[in-house]
Every structure is written in structure tokens, then in C-alpha cells.
């Protein structure tokens, strides 16, 4: 099972999801990990049922392997990509990278829906212009704060967005403890 096949989150569940995936982004990129193509499908879930049922990262890494046989939309939302996957004005592919795909892949498990829609050509113009509603405004109960937490990491330039994952980490935890 996979985040991108379950409906909305609750505000509790998110938040749940937004500490454990965080935590383990932070785990990978302390050990100079890069997942490289987070999105709502690289979110599974245990199929022991005597497990807790939490979610988990998938295909780690794997994304810059894939590029170089296949097309990277195969293997990552566009819906979910950074802008620096569109334009190489805002950088390189790296640990901020993952920090905006984390933040989008919360977008949707807040709100139940993807960010951007439309064609490829439109998500592209929308990932470099444009901000989903807050998450707040389409899900009851959660925290402004969490709104902020995500604007932030999903920021369009690299320099404004969460410095690490474990920033992130700890942000997410601190708003976590709000709402529980």
C-alpha cells in the first residue's frame, strides 16, 4: 500500500506521517543519502499486519539510477518535483530537494489531493510560480503553524527553505505535540 492509493489524512494522522517521515529523511541524509524522487507513491506501508501500519520510505536513492535508463516522470511525480527539476537556475538535485518533495508529499496527505493538476506543461509553470492553498484551508484541525512549516519547505528558492531535514524534523515535531 502507498500513500498516493489512501484517501486524506486526518489532522492527527498527518501529523503523525510528517514526524515519522521526516525523521527517517533526516536519518538518510545524516548517513549523505539523497531519495531524489519523494513523492506519494515512494510512501509505504507495512503489509504486516502485527506491524503498527506506519509509513516508510521507498525507492531511496534509486531516482539518479532511473534516470539513466528511463524518463524520471515514470518514477517521480512531476506534481511533486522541486523546481530544480524543471530549471537548473535553482540548483542542483540534493538534500533541499527532498526536504520540498517531503513538504508536498505532506501537502497531500493533509488534503488528499496533489498540489498542482494539469497537463505536464502546466505543473511545470505552477512548480515555479505558483503555491497550493494552505493546507489548513482544506483540511480541519490542522495548525497554522503546520502551514508554515510546509511553505517553508516547499519554498521555490533553495536558500529559504529548511536548512536540513532534521530542522524540518524538529519543526514538525514541535507542531506536532500541539495537536495530539
Same mark, same amino acid.
Given at each position: 500500500?502507498? =500513500?498516493?492509493?489512501?484517501?486524506?489524512?486526518?489532522?492527527?494522522?498527518?501529523?503523525?506521517?510528517?514526524?515519522? =517521515?521526516?525523521?527517517?529523511?533526516?536519518?538518510?541524509?545524516?548517513?549523505?543519502?539523497?531519495?531524489?524522487?519523494?513523492?506519494?507513491?515512494?510512501?509505504?506501508? !507495512?503489509?504486516?499486519?502485527?506491524?503498527?501500519?506506519?509509513?516508510?520510505?521507498?525507492?531511496?536513492?534509486?531516482?539518479?539510477?532511473?534516470?539513466?535508463?528511463?524518463?524520471?516522470?515514470?518514477?517521480?511525480?512531476?506534481?511533486?518535483?522541486? !523546481?530544480?527539476?524543471?530549471?537548473?537556475?535553482?540548483?542542483?538535485?540534493? *538534500?533541499?530537494?527532498?526536504?520540498?518533495?517531503?513538504?508536498?508529499?505532506?501537502?497531500?496527505?493533509? %488534503?488528499?489531493?496533489? !498540489?498542482?493538476?494539469? %497537463?505536464?506543461?502546466?505543473?511545470?509553470?505552477?512548480?515555479?510560480?505558483?503555491?497550493? !492553498?494552505?493546507?489548513?484551508?482544506?483540511?480541519?484541525?490542522?495548525?497554522?503553524?503546520?502551514?508554515?512549516?510546509?511553505?517553508?519547505?516547499?519554498?521555490?528558492?533553495? =536558500? %529559504?527553505?529548511?536548512?536540513?531535514?532534521?530542522?524540518?524534523?524538529?519543526?514538525? *515535531?514541535?507542531?506536532? %505535540?500541539?495537536? *495530539?
Amino acid at each position: 500500500d502507498t =500513500l498516493a492509493r489512501r484517501r486524506q489524512l486526518s489532522a492527527a494522522e498527518t501529523l503523525r506521517h510528517a514526524r515519522v =517521515l521526516s525523521g527517517a529523511l533526516a536519518t538518510l541524509h545524516e548517513a549523505g543519502i539523497v531519495h531524489g524522487g519523494l513523492d506519494p507513491r515512494n510512501v509505504v506501508y !507495512p503489509a504486516d499486519t502485527l506491524a503498527d501500519g506506519g509509513p516508510m520510505l521507498d525507492n531511496v536513492g534509486l531516482l539518479a539510477t532511473y534516470r539513466q535508463a528511463f524518463d524520471p516522470v515514470d518514477y517521480l511525480n512531476p506534481r511533486y518535483a522541486a !523546481p530544480e527539476y524543471f530549471d537548473s537556475q535553482y540548483g542542483e538535485l540534493d *538534500e533541499a530537494t527532498d526536504v520540498y518533495g517531503l513538504g508536498m508529499v505532506l501537502y497531500r496527505a493533509a %488534503t488528499g489531493h496533489p !498540489p498542482f493538476q494539469g %497537463t505536464f506543461e502546466d505543473i511545470r509553470v505552477q512548480v515555479l510560480n505558483d503555491h497550493p !492553498p494552505a493546507p489548513s484551508t482544506v483540511s480541519d484541525g490542522l495548525p497554522e503553524t503546520f502551514d508554515e512549516i510546509l511553505a517553508r519547505a516547499t519554498a521555490k528558492q533553495k =536558500l %529559504t527553505r529548511y536548512e536540513s531535514a532534521e530542522r524540518l524534523h524538529r519543526d514538525l *515535531e514541535r507542531v506536532s %505535540t500541539t495537536v *495530539e
